[in-house]
């Protein structure tokens, strides 16, 4: 089966897992914490490459105070667990986002696993922590901005893959599926320009209840998808034929 090289998740549901069982929210979200110990496994079994999960969103500081800190206490906890496990694992952590707003200790703890797995290649997990898309696209715009302001940067310069340099997935490859758990059709500011060519896929199963089978479903439809990204198909079948002379 075909697989991506890069798979990126919308971890969603947490909360309305919880309610549904009259339960406080954050024993959803601990719930969804143990899934990703799953979905990592699963990925490191099937040779996926790079695993992004979208864990904290910029929009998630507007939740109530007491929420925000459940949540970043729940971060923490899983970086403390994973700080002697990844590196074992051969697993390598990375963090995208506006990472200066989270707390002092979750971010030195993360600065210490991203240092310590920088050699390891099994597996690239990144985790978007305080992250939009938008905003992430404003910070690069401004980064650019400023290399132009000083001189040391033509503005004719500027194009796609400059630009795709200033992100905070640079050297990351773009995602080929995006799969989003809870049955909502949107992307929540998630990965914005990275995903102009990912496969979507919407599971309509809440984050802790999805599976290795959800995983593999979502994967089945991707194998099954011809891949355009933007060509017709005779395009590509001439593509196809040139590559095979």
Same mark, same amino acid.
């Not at 979750?106 to 991203?114: F, N, P, T, W």
């Given at each position: ?80 667990? #994973? %700080?002697? *496990? ?5 697993? @390598?952590?990375? +963090?995208? =986002?506006? $990472? !200066? ?34 905003? #992430? %696209?404003? *910070? ?5 901005? @400023?290399?132009? +302001?000083? =001189?040391? $940067? !033509? ?35 998630? %990965? ?54």
């Amino acid at each position: 089966m075909r697989i991506p090289e890069h798979l990126a998740i919308i971890m969603d549901g947490n909360g309305r897992w919880a309610q549904k069982r009259h339960l406080p929210r954050l024993i959803g979200h601990r719930k969804g914490v143990e899934r990703v110990q799953d979905v990592v496994d699963e990925c490191l079994a099937l040779g996926i490459r790079h695993l992004t999960l979208y864990a904290f969103s910029s929009e998630n500081w507007g939740r109530p105070r007491e929420e925000v800190e459940a949540l970043m206490g729940l971060l923490g906890a899983y970086l403390q667990r #994973e %700080l002697k *496990r990844l590196p074992m694992r051969r697993i @390598r952590l990375l +963090a995208i =986002g506006e $990472l !200066d707003r989270l707390p002092e200790k979750i971010r030195s703890v993360l600065d210490e696993i991203i240092a310590s797995t920088a050699g390891n290649n099994d597996l690239v997990l990144t985790l978007a922590l305080s992250y939009g898309g938008r905003n #992430e %696209l404003v *910070r690069a715009t401004r980064t650019l901005a @400023r290399e132009v +302001a000083a =001189g040391r $940067l !033509d503005p004719e310069a500027i194009d796609e893959a400059r630009l795709a340099g200033a992100l905070d997935t640079a050297g990351i490859p773009d995602p080929d599926l995006l799969i989003r758990t809870s049955g909502e059709t949107r992307i929540s500011n998630f %990965l914005l320009w990275q995903a102009a060519y990912a496969e979507f896929v919407f599971l309509d199963v809440l984050w802790p209840d999805f599976s290795a089978a959800h995983l593999h479903r979502a994967l089945g439809e991707f194998a099954r998808r011809e891949r355009r990204f933007g060509l017709t198909a005779s395009q590509l079948d001439a593509g196809e034929e040139e590559a095979g002379h």
